[in-house]
């Protein structure tokens, strides 16, 4: 198969796809849905790591090594996030957002010392730095709970969870196709 063969079939596939959908609206919303959490998410830890790399470059603490960790860290977060919270994937696959809550609730608690003694020094910081270290603090006390108000979501109701199962096998049905065609 050449690639404009390919590329037929791609659309072919995509068009299949958006018509199973269509013709299933429920599914389609709970796909968008997952879409729109997935976006939610994805913003949130950007906008964690922008709020990270503000305070470094207010502190003049940022370096090429600092800035490189966040920003691995956000790739790495955004990855993750693809491939647990993505809307071909069932809700099996969303479990992994319990764990990922679970993690940073430790974190959490593990660094309170450390979040108690910064809220000790915020009178004392110039007001940008202390404000950006306000919402950083919000932002980390409110991930591991967000992340757990999704998971239940994503996986306790079983019409979630049917709906998932359902796009999941429509996706990997015309997916073989795909990969069939290209053989």
């Not at 974190?107 to 450390?114: M, P």
């Not at 004392?124 to 239940?152: D, G, N, R, S």
């Amino acid at each position: 198969m050449d690639k404009a063969e390919f590329e037929k079939k791609r659309r072919e596939v995509l068009l299949r796809q958006e018509q199973f959908l269509r013709d299933n609206p429920t599914i389609g919303a709970w796909v968008k849905t997952k879409k729109i959490l997935f976006g939610f998410l994805a913003t949130y830890v950007m906008l964690h790591t922008a709020v990270s790399i503000g305070i470094m470059v207010w502190l003049k603490e940022l370096t090429v090594g600092s800035a490189g960790v966040e920003i691995i860290k956000l790739l790495f977060m955004l990855l993750w996030l693809k491939l647990f919270l993505n809307d071909r994937g069932g809700w099996r696959l969303n479990i992994m957002l319990y764990v990922s809550a679970a993690y940073n609730f430790i974190t959490l608690i593990e660094n309170k010392d450390l979040l108690l003694g910064v809220i000790k020094y915020l009178p004392f910081m110039p007001p940008v730095p202390a404000l950006l270290y306000i919402i950083l603090m919000i932002m980390e006390a409110l991930l591991p709970i967000l992340l757990l108000a999704i998971a239940i979501y994503l996986t306790v109701p079983g019409k979630h969870r049917e709906w998932s199962e359902q796009a999941e096998a429509m996706y990997k049905a015309t997916m073989q196709d795909l990969g069939n065609a290209a053989k």
